[in-house]
């Protein structure tokens, strides 16, 4: 009985802990639309984090700030951005470039928010990984092949690595356990094709094995900022790939998970500690900011194209379309969270 409170303790915490960071990655993106339209004179009815029925609201001036029932959301509800208006402080009066700047600030939000998280991050470890080498195991593959003591691997299969973890993604995606590399040595780019590795079979799978160690750089103030710039790069190009993969087919839809299956992917991750836990919630900030560029309707990327479309024609198209557009494009997306939902529930009675 105890374990099972125990248990049942765990969970709810992890579901306030869940609920909370959604929370603050809903607020940071929609202050992001929120500051911008005010700055640019636009008028804004509401700010709502959470959607449904309204648990606390208060009037100040033009702006009506909300909280809601369920937290699944938020949005900031302009004058005239989904209606007809010819009031001063329409966002549809507004000069095309402002609108644009309102629609993308939402997702550079995000994105920074996803930064100063790995840079609380990277701030609080013991020192910083590099890219160079600076030792082989014995009898290492790696070196036989042409690698050197004091490399620095620039790029694997073609593929920039801005991290460590970059290079460990791209040898596991590897086939034949050969990788070609480009390094950095003693100031010139050299490429060294077909480097071959070692491999280790664990459960029938056959894995690379890594036979050479990385210096530990220096934490200076430079150097941690710009490792928190490469680790968000590093994530920012992880989640434009998985997009790309599962548009392609390389990556079944069914293996999308939604509000379900995240917080049992933060349960599981908190038993490797808080810097995990946040490493995690860096990257779902940075993947809230890019999914909202993608240019489907419904999604900010889906007003941005529009926008573009605006800009080039210096004609805007009837918002009539648009909101047509946006209400389909709603729909579909709402599907998909019921769908994505309904896979993570069946997950977690196999």
């Known amino acids: 009985m105890q374990e099972i409170l125990s248990k049942s303790g765990s969970g709810l915490i992890t579901v306030l802990i869940c609920v909370c960071a959604f929370g603050a990655m809903v607020f940071v993106h929609e202050f992001g639309h929120f500051i911008t339209a005010k700055l640019s004179g636009i008028k804004v009815n509401e700010f709502a984090i959470g959607m449904g029925p309204v648990l606390f609201k208060k009037q100040r001036k033009?702006?009506?700030?909300?909280?809601?029932?369920?937290?699944?959301?938020?949005?900031?509800s302009m004058e005239g951005e989904e209606e007809e208006s010819e009031q001063?402080?329409?966002?549809?009066?507004?000069?095309?470039?402002?609108?644009?700047?309102?629609?993308?600030?939402?997702?550079?939000?995000?994105?920074?928010?996803?930064?100063?998280?790995?840079?609380?991050?990277?701030?609080?470890s013991d020192n910083i990984v590099s890219r160079q080498i600076a030792k082989f195991y014995p009898n290492a593959a790696t070196e036989a092949a042409g690698l050197k003591v004091g490399d620095t691997i620039l790029a694997a299969n073609g593929r920039r690595c801005f991290i460590d973890n970059d290079i460990l993604y791209e040898f596991a995606r590897t086939q034949n356990?050969?990788?070609?590399?480009?390094?950095?040595?003693?100031?010139?780019?050299?490429?060294?094709?077909?480097?071959?590795?070692?491999?280790?079979?664990?459960?029938?799978?056959?894995?690379?094995?890594?036979?050479?160690?990385?210096?530990?750089?220096?934490?200076?103030?430079?150097?941690?900022?710009?490792?928190?710039?490469?680790?968000?790069?590093?994530?920012?190009?992880?989640?434009?790939?998985?997009?790309?993969?599962?548009?392609?087919?390389?990556?079944?839809?069914?293996?999308?998970?939604?509000?379900?299956?995240i917080v049992s992917v933060i349960n599981d991750t908190a038993s490797y500690g808080w810097q995990s836990v946040l490493q995690l919630l860096a990257l779902l900030t940075i993947n809230m900011g890019i999914f909202?560029?993608?240019?489907?309707?419904?999604?900010?990327?889906?007003?941005?194209?529009?926008?573009?479309?605006?800009?080039?024609?210096?004609?805007?198209?009837?918002?009539?379309?648009?909101?047509?557009i946006n209400a389909v494009g709603f729909t579909l997306l709402m599907g998909l969270m019921v769908f994505v939902t309904f896979n993570d529930i069946t997950k977690l009675f196999k």
């Open 177 to 261: 356990a050969t990788v070609d590399l480009t390094v950095m040595r003693d100031g010139k780019k050299v490429e060294l094709d077909g480097v071959k590795f070692d491999t280790k079979e664990v459960d029938g799978q056959a894995y690379l094995v890594i036979d050479f160690v990385v210096y530990a750089t220096p934490k200076t103030f430079s150097s941690v900022i710009r490792e928190s710039v490469n680790w968000t790069l590093s994530y920012g190009r992880l989640v434009i790939l998985s997009l790309f993969d599962l548009v392609t087919g390389h990556v079944q839809v069914n293996s999308l998970s939604g509000p379900v299956g």
């Open 88 to 124: 001063m402080g329409s966002f549809t009066r507004a000069p095309v470039g402002s609108r644009i700047l309102v629609t993308v600030a939402g997702a550079c939000m995000n994105i920074l928010l996803g930064f100063v998280i790995l840079l609380v991050i990277i701030s609080a």
């Open 292 to 324: 909202n560029l993608v240019p489907f309707p419904a999604l900010d990327g889906g007003r941005l194209f529009l926008l573009i479309i605006e800009a080039i024609r210096r004609k805007p198209i009837a918002q009539k379309y648009e909101i047509a």
């Open 62 to 76: 033009e702006t009506q700030y909300a909280l809601r029932l369920l937290p699944i959301g938020g949005y900031v």
